[in-house]
């Protein structure tokens, strides 16, 4: 009687045992329960924008080192550090003393040679000196015609003046020193406009046109600013395979500081009839890449190509079309004759 308890206590036991066992196997597998329920997107054209964002640096529109183009003694400083200068304002003033006097001396040799030559003209035509006579004394006024006008070059050269409307920099030199071609006395940079210089991707530079717009921030400032594409490089930088841009910014409030970073974004073109899909639809395979359909309550796997890409969504340029739907949740669990039932349409 005892050994009869023993052995229907020890099948009991068993029997729940496969029980439980059962139900695990039947709730760790969601394909055994019935259809999986996906969400769906049905795809329609959109627009499709594909933009990029590089690193610039702002610069002077124009930067001139103030030099003197011959050497002497500074005489007079006209301009204060940081001030705003007219084109062609006098900056700096050389002296000039011993080139006044050359000159002055240079104008009395002028005066009696035009004299000498309108005297030998008249005895010229009155056969009174030979023609060879004439052609030197003429020769000699025009070398003095010829020595004034190279002082008054050189005179000249003692006035530096501002090539443009800028501001001025630092100074380098003082009053009364003695400066050659060598020394910078100053800078001047123009304010007013300025450039961005950034450079993009080689498989973009077909992309990039003159008079194209971008746009940029700087750090410390929430507003966003504008440029227009100037130039670009002719060739590519063979070390880093990017094209150097320059565009141009207009700064009348003179906001921007030359040497700011900035982050530039640029917007490389628009398709105003495309088919994108969320991100992680795609399947990634080791040739190809791949989106689930849903077509009549069976998955369909399909190849396709994908264009531009975005945080969010992807463009496909082929392998489907508007109005399939493509299956957005439970990929993991679908397989190719798994049965599906639509949960939400996005």
Do not use: H, W
Request: charged residues 25%; glycine residues 6%.
């Amino acid at each position: 009687m005892k050994k009869i308890t023993i052995l229907a206590a020890i099948l009991t036991v068993f029997i729940s045992c496969n029980e439980k066992k059962s139900t695990r196997t039947k709730t760790t597998d969601p394909t055994k329960s019935g259809p999986l329920s996906v969400d769906v997107k049905v795809l329609v054209r959109d627009t499709v924008a594909e933009s990029i964002e590089v690193a610039g640096n702002i610069l002077p529109y124009e930067l001139t080192e103030i030099r003197p183009e011959i050497s002497g003694r500074i005489v007079s400083l006209n301009f204060k550090e940081g001030s705003t200068v007219q084109k062609n304002t006098v900056l700096v003033k050389l002296f000039d003393g011993d080139l006044q006097a050359q000159l002055k001396k240079l104008q009395v040799q002028q005066q009696i040679a035009d004299k000498t030559e309108e005297r030998q003209r008249e005895l010229l035509k009155i056969n009174g000196i030979s023609q060879q006579d004439y052609d030197l004394s003429l020769l000699q006024l025009n070398n003095i015609k010829a020595d004034i006008e190279l002082l008054k070059v050189n005179i000249s050269k003692t006035e530096i003046k501002a090539p443009y409307t800028g501001r001025i920099g630092l100074r380098n030199i003082s009053l009364g020193a003695f400066v050659t071609p060598s020394n910078i006395i100053t800078s001047i940079s123009q304010v007013d406009q300025k450039k961005i210089s950034f450079s993009i991707p080689e498989k973009y530079s077909n992309q990039v046109r003159q008079g194209m717009k971008v746009q940029f921030g700087i750090e410390g400032k929430e507003m966003d600013y504008f440029a227009t594409v100037l130039a670009s490089e002719s060739v590519i930088e063979s070390q880093t395979r990017n094209l150097k841009i320059l565009a141009t910014i207009n700064d009348d409030k003179n906001e921007l500081v030359p040497g700011t970073f900035a982050k530039v974004s640029l917007t490389l073109g628009e398709n105003t009839n495309a088919v994108s899909v969320p991100t992680q639809c795609i399947i990634p395979s080791a040739r190809s890449k791949q989106l689930v359909l849903y077509k009549n309550g069976e998955p369909q796997f399909v190849n396709v190509t994908t264009g531009i890409r975005s945080v969010d969504n992807v463009q496909i340029t082929d392998g489907v079309q508007p109005g399939d739907t493509v299956i957005v949740t439970g990929l993991l669990f679908i397989r190719k004759d798994s049965k599906l039932k639509i949960g939400k349409i996005q």
